[in-house]
């Protein structure tokens, strides 16, 4: 059967199969076998009694079976994989612990007196959040317990907290270390430290978006986010500032110090005389007299300018933000700085996250009990959706399917940002109705080789990327896609996260509602990505 027929069918069976409340990793793994079936011995369907006679069946394990194996046992063999349930126990140990509840405490205390101020609050959570552990719905969930019960009781206007909590809690799909981004990198073979790199600027540019989308509307529209009761404790706005200014340096001294002493480990265990002329990032001799003065200013700014006393308040009023940014500073601070892979970092941070839950005396065998079962299914799920949309994204492969796609995309001389644009259609309307696991499993092997082969000069109207840069482009983009199916009716996920502790008078058409103005945002956010997609390599 030609491949355009077997296009058509496998497009409709996937519909059907998804319509009618079938898993994706079981709908997907049956169409792969459907696929070849039609592709390769077409004559099983019409009689099964054949079987033993054909390219699949006479010969087991060897032609388009044995390629397809190869391709799944190649892609659940990936070391890189152990990543993805490394960083699940860490989003659940987080969510478990006090760790997110003592952070978003330190931010409210700083900005308790700011207009809107528990939503930038919540969404500057939300990026801490997800530059620890890069997991989506633990997020929604965890601002929804924490931050959706205190804007309702402040009076908050009620789209607008549903709208913060579920786009900055969707953050986790841009931000490094992002989970999608790392199954991106696996499927295209894309370096996935690049990946992170390239998205810091576009994951930021959106949550900056979100914050001053959320300072634009509370000081246009005042009463949809009044101030609290003013304290009696809490101190004039100058003394905060000094107090703040106090204890972030003791943040920068402690941080100084710490890249002071790993340089000097470098230095003096000879790692890097021999590391062959690729020293550690941050970590030669010349760096030292840097990280020393940085030390000594700011202790001189906390003895001297700040006192004692004042850093000591300081300290107490903002210690909550000290463990989460130690867990950012191991993860990413361990691919940025050359000492560890994106693995071991997860693991790095799993075990950091778990050593601070117990000297804070949270740590018991019931927390990490129910976080490993958490990760369990998390995984699982994940997993078998990643088995079967493999299966059917290198069937589809096998038979030739992307390049039937991409000479038919590309013979119709289409131009190149219409071609784009019709990819993000499809995404955006796939996003709305697939998870994106199988969204990267199957649509992104069809859609990358047809990016790949469109002029690069006519990609994007504002500056101009490297063949090299293409493909890593493009998977941001996508993780933008992705950032806004977790919000696009009807089966936007972070809707559901947060229906499940919400209060039961919000139901699922006023959370959908809450969100309008926010995939706005992340439309423009998509839309800069497609005009500038330099924008990409300023950190590359």
Known sequence: MDIGTISLILMV?????????????????????????????PTLLLNPFS????????????????????????LLTDYVLISVPLFI??????????????????????????????????SIMAVIMAAMSGIIGGEVVLL?????????????????????????????????????????????????????????????????????????????????APLPEPDPSDPEPVEKRKLFGAFLSIVVAGFSTTLFIRAAFFELSGSNAASQGEPARLGTIDHLPWFAGITIVALLLIFFVFGKERAKIGWDMGKGLVAPLVVIGVVLG???????????????????????????GEGSFELVWDSLMRTLKSTGTIIWVTI????????????????????????????????ILVMMLILLFMGAFMDWVGIVLLIIPVFLPIVLRLPIEEIG???????????????????MNMQVSFLSPPFGPAAFYLKSVAPPHISLTDIFRGFLPFIGIQLVALSILLIWPSIIALLL
């Not at 361990?334 to 804070?360: K, P």
């Open 13 to 41: 069976a996937l519909i059907v199969l998804l319509a009618i409340g079938m898993p994706l990793g079981l709908a997907s793994a049956s169409l792969a076998v459907l696929v070849l079936v039609l592709k390769f011995e």
């Open 51 to 74: 079987f033993g006679d054909g390219m699949l069946t006479g010969r087991p394990g060897t032609g388009p079976l044995y390629i397809l194996a190869q391709k799944i046992y190649g």
């Open 89 to 122: 126990f860490m989003a659940s140990l987080l969510e478990r612990s006090g760790i997110a509840k003592d952070m978003y405490s330190s931010l409210n205390i700083w900005l308790s007196r700011t207009r809107g101020g528990i939503a930038i609050v919540t």
């Open 144 to 224: 929804g317990l924490i931050a959706l019960p205190q804007m309702l009781r402040l009076g908050y206007n009620q789209n607008l907290a549903i709208g913060v909590i579920c786009a900055s809690g969707s953050l986790g799909t841009m931000i490094p270390p992002s989970i999608v981004l790392i199954i991106y990198g696996l499927i295209t073979e894309t370096s996935i430290k690049s990946l992170f790199t390239a998205s810091f600027i576009p994951g930021f540019m959106l949550a900056s978006m979100i914050i001053l989308y959320i300072v634009v509307r509370t000081r246009l529209n005042p009463d949809d």
């Open 334 to 360: 361990s691919i940025y700085g050359g000492i560890t892979g994106i693995t071991e970092a997860a693991g790095m941070g799993a075990f950091a996250v778990l050593v601070i839950a117990f000297l804070r």
């Open 388 to 419: 079967g949309a493999a299966a059917l994204a290198g069937a589809y492969t096998i038979a030739g399917g992307p390049q039937y796609v991409a000479d038919l995309i590309v013979g119709q001389e289409l131009p190149t940002m219409l071609v």
């Open 461 to 479: 109207l504002i500056g101009q990327l490297e063949s090299s840069q293409v493909a890593i482009w493009f998977g941001v983009v996508f993780c």
